[in-house]
Nanobody, 114 residues
C-alpha cells in the first residue's frame, strides 16, 4: 500500500491550499480515507475522514474551512483548505484504513504565515 501526498506549501493567513493523496495497493472505493496533521511539538490529530460510503467527519477546529473529498476513479482523496490560519501550520498526513489495517503517507508540510 502506498499513499502519496502532495500540495503542501507556504501560504499567508486567509489563503487556500489543496492537498492531494494518491493511493495504490488497495481497493480504494472500499477504503476509509482521512487526513491527520501534526504541528511542531504536538501530537498528531485528526483533521477529517471520508468513509467509503461518502460519510464525513471533521474535527471541530477545521469544520467550515477545510473540505475533504474523494475521487474513486482516480484513487485519490483531497483536502481543500480555505481561510487558513497560522494554527493550521503542520505536517499533513494522508491515512487509509484498508481491511482493518491503517496505512500512512509520508506527509506534506503546510505553513501558514501571519
Amino acid at each position: 500500500v502506498q499513499l502519496q501526498a502532495s500540495g503542501g506549501g507556504l501560504v499567508q493567513a486567509g489563503g487556500s491550499l489543496r492537498l492531494s493523496c494518491a493511493a495504490s495497493g488497495i481497493i480504494f472505493s472500499q477504503t476509509n480515507m482521512g487526513w491527520h496533521r501534526q504541528a511542531p511539538g504536538k501530537q498528531r490529530e485528526l483533521v477529517a475522514i471520508i468513509a467509503s460510503d461518502g460519510s464525513i467527519i471533521y474535527a471541530g477546529s477545521v469544520r467550515g474551512r477545510l473540505t475533504i473529498s474523494r475521487d474513486n476513479a482516480k484513487n485519490s482523496v483531497y483536502l481543500q483548505m480555505d481561510s487558513l490560519k497560522p494554527e493550521d501550520t503542520a505536517v499533513y498526513y494522508c491515512n487509509a484504513i484498508w481491511r482493518r489495517v491503517g496505512y500512512w503517507g509520508q506527509g506534506t508540510l503546510v505553513t501558514v504565515s501571519s
